[in-house]
Nanobody, 114 residues
Framework: QVQLVESGGGLVQAGGSLRLSCAASGRLFGINVMGWYRQAPGNERELVAR???????NYADSVKGRFTISRDNAKNTVYLQMNSLKPEDTAVYYCNLISNLNYWGQGTQVTVSS
């Protein structure tokens, strides 16, 4: 069983910053990808950013230049530094881990006020 524990969400004004963390624990059979997705009300869940075991990264076009994903392999933890936040970034952010299976965190709310 694998658990993903997210933290760092909250309420911030437009232009502000937040840092999300996601720590993985349990029976991990190697981690291929860790990443963040988000889902706003009425929208589908979408990829925000992900980082592969070799260190390469993918970002959604909407967050490029503002968000940075990083990973501490020793701690099985992934981070998402979010700068220059916009109201349209408001969503529930979900941590995702792909090893032998696909795992999801419980989600953390990020609200950006205008």
């Amino acid at each position: 069983q694998v658990q993903l524990v997210e933290s760092g969400g909250g309420l911030v004004q437009a232009g502000g910053s937040l840092r999300l963390s996601c720590a993985a624990s349990g029976r991990l059979f190697g981690i291929n990808v860790m990443g963040w997705y988000r889902q706003a009300p009425g929208n589908e869940r979408e990829l925000v950013a992900r980082i592969f075991s070799g260190g390469s990264t993918n970002y959604a076009d909407s967050v490029k230049g503002r968000f940075t994903i990083s990973r501490d392999n020793a701690k099985n933890t992934v981070y998402l530094q979010m700068n220059s936040l916009k109201p349209e970034d408001t969503a529930v952010y979900y941590c995702n881990l792909i090893s032998n299976l696909n795992y999801w965190g419980q989600g953390t709310q990020v609200t950006v006020s205008s």
